[in-house]
């Protein structure tokens, strides 16, 4: 299709090193990549692919190419997925970091914040535990913050850490005060997963076909 020709053409010209090319080829690729006017014929909006294109196109072509399926494929997951992907918890510095993220991430995205205070029982315990569950979910945002960081330490005393709250397009769906009684007293990363899929607040895991597609692409 052409359009998928037209951002194959965008992308061969970002991703080449213009200024190690000759200058008739260099030329060649912004012609290739300029904008054209479909009505106005001159422009060639409409053309096909001439030889010389083509023949360009396909030098060097097989890392370039590699690298834009495997851009396309991302592209295509976050779409069929319905958002981003993540990797690890973030953590947040501030009540203004924390602000952000609830309010101009995905509109799909989940986002699990944990605050705590250290030294306080169970908090370590559990950021051990939304490390393990951020690679099971790469869709879902895990944080955390401290409670003095968060600039609300007032209301997050050490009776009600470690606290888990979950959002999702800026609306709170679950607020957790001391979550880990919930807990027994030794808990781990499957306990977490299961109390937090108690209230529906987790998505389906993700299809490891998908991945290991990506995977190929390397």
Same mark, same amino acid.
């Given at each position: 299709?052409?359009?998928?020709?037209?951002?194959?053409?965008?992308?061969?010209?970002?991703?080449?090193?213009?200024?190690?090319?000759?200058?008739?080829?260099?030329?060649?690729?912004?012609?290739?990549?300029?904008?054209?006017?479909?009505n106005d014929p001159r422009s060639g909006g409409n053309r096909k692919m001439s030889f010389q294109e083509y023949e360009?196109?396909?030098?060097?072509?097989?890392? !370039?190419?590699?690298?834009? +399926?495997k851009r396309s494929?991302?592209?295509?997951?976050?779409?069929?997925s319905f958002g981003p992907k993540f990797e690890g918890v973030h953590d947040l510095d501030s009540g203004e970091a924390f602000l952000e993220v609830i309010e101009?991430?995905?509109?799909?995205?989940?986002?699990?914040?944990?605050?705590?205070?250290?030294g306080v029982k169970g908090c370590e315990e559990l950021n051990g535990c939304l490390d393990c569950l951020a690679t099971e979910?790469?869709?879902?945002?895990f944080c955390r913050i401290d409670a003095v960081s968060s600039g609300a330490g007032e +209301?997050?005393?050490?009776?009600?850490?470690?606290?888990l709250l979950v959002y999702k397009a800026g609306e709170l769906l679950g607020?957790?005060?001391? !979550?880990?009684?919930?807990?027994?007293?030794?808990?781990?990363?499957?306990?977490?997963?299961?109390?937090?899929?108690?209230?529906?607040?987790?998505p389906e895991k993700e299809v490891p076909g998908m991945e290991d597609e990506e995977n190929d692409l390397e």
């Open positions: 299709p052409k359009g998928v020709i037209n951002d194959w053409r965008r992308f061969k010209l970002e991703s080449m090193d213009q200024e190690s090319l000759p200058p008739a080829k260099r030329e060649l690729l912004r012609q290739m990549s300029s904008p054209q006017n479909p360009l196109l396909k030098e060097e072509d097989e890392g !370039c190419l590699k690298q834009y +399926r494929m991302k592209e295509m997951h976050e779409k069929l101009k991430e995905h509109h799909s995205t989940v986002v699990v914040v944990h605050i705590y205070k250290a979910y790469p869709t879902v945002k +209301r997050f005393s050490d009776e009600v850490l470690p606290t607020n957790f005060l001391a !979550c880990t009684q919930r807990l027994n007293e030794e808990f781990f990363a499957t306990d977490v997963e299961a109390f937090l899929n108690g209230y529906g607040l987790l």
